[in-house]
C-alpha cells in the first residue's frame, strides 16, 4: 500500500493561488492513478480532479476545471494540485489519493489532508 503526505495549504485571499503537493512512499507511485479530493465542513468528500500513470492524462470536475492543474512527478513520487483563481467556496480539507483505476470508488490510501481556506 501507498503511503501519501499532502501539503501547502494555507489561508489565501479570493483570486489567490496556492500549490498542494503530495509526497508518496512505499509502493512503487507510477503504477497509480493519483487524485485529489476535497471535503469542506459539513459536506461530503467531492472530486477535485486525477491524473493517469504516466502519460498524464487528467481530468477535473467541472467546479474546478480552468483555474486547477493537477501534474505529477513520477523521478520524485509527488503529485501536486495547482489552485488559481480560489473561490471562498475552495474552502476544504484537501486529500490526495491512489488508485489502481480512473473509477472514483476505488480511490484510497488517503493521507491526512491539508488545509485549505479562502477568505472572501
Known amino acids: 500500500q501507498v503511503q501519501l503526505v499532502e501539503s501547502g495549504g494555507g489561508l489565501v485571499q479570493a483570486g489567490g493561488s496556492l500549490r498542494l503537493s503530495c509526497a508518496a512512499s512505499?509502493?512503487?507511485?507510477?503504477?497509480?492513478?493519483m487524485g485529489w479530493f476535497r471535503q469542506a465542513p459539513g459536506k461530503e468528500r467531492e472530486f477535485v480532479a486525477h491524473?493517469?500513470?504516466?502519460?498524464?492524462?487528467?481530468y477535473y470536475a467541472n467546479s474546478v476545471k480552468g483555474r486547477f492543474t493537477i501534474s505529477r512527478d513520477n523521478a520524485k513520487n509527488t503529485v501536486y494540485l495547482q489552485m488559481n483563481s480560489l473561490k471562498p467556496e475552495d474552502t476544504a480539507t484537501y486529500y490526495c489519493?491512489?488508485?489502481?483505476?480512473?473509477?472514483?470508488?476505488?480511490?484510497?490510501?488517503w493521507g491526512q489532508g491539508t488545509q485549505v481556506t479562502v477568505s472572501s
Open positions: 489519493a491512489a488508485s489502481q483505476t480512473v473509477r472514483l470508488t476505488d480511490f484510497g490510501s
Open positions: 512505499g509502493r512503487t507511485f507510477s503504477n497509480y492513478v
Open positions: 491524473i493517469s500513470r504516466s502519460v498524464s492524462i487528467t
